[in-house]
């Protein structure tokens, strides 16, 4: 089945430090997606980065890195230099072969001033 | 501003009454999705809908019936709703295919009383 696995349910971390989000995902497919998202208070999904499962190279998006793991079946997110409005939710998703999106259960991340 | 506009923002409803759920997109995508967030769980898939047509229904209690009159709006009608459908709700469009990332409204926060 598919699956995506988020194990932090929250994380606290000092602005300006680098912080890794962990995602994992279960997927029998070939050709699959991966997205990351961020949830603030206000409610609204916003789309910070995506990683294709043939794309040779990791994908960035300024402040945002996919750290993509294929053969373990990862794909974290880095956000270099927090900043306090990085406090949110951040959704990991997989888009399968039916183009619908799986979602992970998030991780509260909150940044320390 | 992500081109998907949810109205109303905030709804309180009573158990009785009907009410309903409006989402438009002006992206010129061709898949539009209802999703609920409940507290402390991971998003629920509840309609796809695909060219105005539906494809996907995950076991939603018919207390939730989605209308797609056309490829840029998507309604969620609700009546006699229970205090456990209070989440907010989400609605999203895309473009079909596996690097077609979902753009989210802002969302409706629902509360049944």
Redesign the interface.
């Known amino acids: 089945a598919q699956k995506i696995t988020q194990t932090q349910p929250g994380m606290f971390v000092q602005e300006k430090e680098a912080v890794t989000l962990d995602c994992t995902y279960d997927t029998s497919d070939p050709?699959?997606?991966l997205?990351w998202?961020k949830q603030p208070s206000?409610?609204?999904?916003?789309?910070l980065i995506?990683q294709?499962s043939y794309d040779q190279q990791n994908a960035t998006e300024g402040r945002y890195s996919l750290n993509f793991q294929k053969a373990r079946k990862s794909a974290n997110l880095v956000i270099s230099a927090s900043q306090l409005g990085d406090s949110a939710m951040y959704?990991c998703a997989m888009?399968d072969s039916n183009?619908?999106?799986i979602?992970?259960?998030?991780t509260k991340l909150i940044i320390k001033p | 501003e992500t081109g998907v506009t949810q109205t109303p923002r905030h709804l309180v409803m009573g158990m009785t009454n009907k009410k309903s759920l409006k989402c438009e997109q002006h992206l010129g995508h061709n898949a539009m999705y209802w999703y609920k967030q409940s507290a402390k769980k991971p998003l629920e898939l509840m309609f796809v809908y695909s060219l105005e047509e539906r494809v996907e229904n995950n076991s939603v209690p018919s207390r939730f019936s989605p209308e797609c009159p056309n490829s840029s709006h998507l309604f969620l009608h609700l009546h006699t709703l229970q205090p456990e459908d209070s989440a907010l709700y989400l609605c999203a469009s895309s473009q079909d295919g596996a690097r077609g990332r979902a753009f989210f409204g802002q969302g409706t926060r629902l509360t049944v009383v």
């Open positions: 050709s699959y997606g997205f998202y206000s409610g609204e999904m916003i789309f995506y294709g959704f888009r183009y619908q999106l979602w992970g259960a998030g």
